[in-house]
């Protein structure tokens, strides 16, 4: 396995655990809320809230230069053509909402320099000390 693909793999695994101790949190300050106003029916949308806070997490943090995670492992996301787009750092996220995409994603950029979704959204990883 590639350094870079380590990297990523690292940072994504990091990245996982602070948006589920965000979610985590959420659910922490939610749940007293819910329960005192009956208020139930809002676990209908937590898998709205969950797309919501995953792709705005990968999204924020990669267009003003990176997440916990990839800062952590010294890679960062840039565009193939200029400067970096919010509009690209959430196609390249999309993803990540949903694990069959992200899984079928991995597999056809696996030993490729890009992922499907970081060509279509024009963006690529790259080391930090590149």
Known sequence: ?????????????????????????LTLLAYPVIVFTGSFF????????LAIVTISYFSYFEYHGGTIGKLNQK????????????????IRNLPKICWFPLI?????????ELRL???????RVIMGDQ
Do not use: C, P
């Open 1 to 25: 396995m590639e350094e870079i693909t380590k990297r990523r793999l690292f940072a994504f695994i990091i990245d996982f655990l602070v948006v589920n101790l965000i979610i985590w949190a």
């Open 42 to 49: 809002l676990y209908n949308y937590w898998l709205v809230l």
């Open 75 to 90: 890679l960062e996301v840039v565009s193939i053509e200029g400067d970096l787009k919010y509009r690209q750092v959430i």
């Open 104 to 112: 079928f994603d991995v597999i056809l950029g696996y030993n490729k």
């Open 117 to 123: 979704f970081d060509k279509i959204a024009g963006t």
